[in-house]
């Protein structure tokens, strides 16, 4: 058993890998776009189209970047997301 230090990044980001890695996955699974479809605040859809090379409605998991402009954030996902579903 490894001895995870909570209060360094790097720990969350070997418990994420090992986390997605133990799944079975290969590389060409996690380079899908879908996956991980990256949902930008500051621009239009159709960029974010352009910048994941896919609509958003392939997408299988919207990812929201928080930590930048919180409030907007959290208004899209209470807002818009549920008309995606």
């Not at 930048?68 to 995606?84: C, E, G, H, K």
């Amino acid at each position: 058993m490894l001895n995870w230090d909570l209060n360094d990044y790097r720990t969350e980001e070997i418990i994420l890998n090992n986390m997605l890695w133990s799944q079975g996955l290969e590389v060409k699974d996690v380079l899908d776009v879908s996956m991980n479809w990256a949902f930008f605040i500051n621009m239009d859809h159709s960029t974010s189209e352009t910048f994941n090379n896919s609509p958003i409605d392939t997408a299988k998991i919207l990812h929201f970047h928080a930590s930048r402009n919180i409030n907007a954030t959290v208004n899209i996902m209470d807002n818009f997301v549920p008309t995606l579903i």
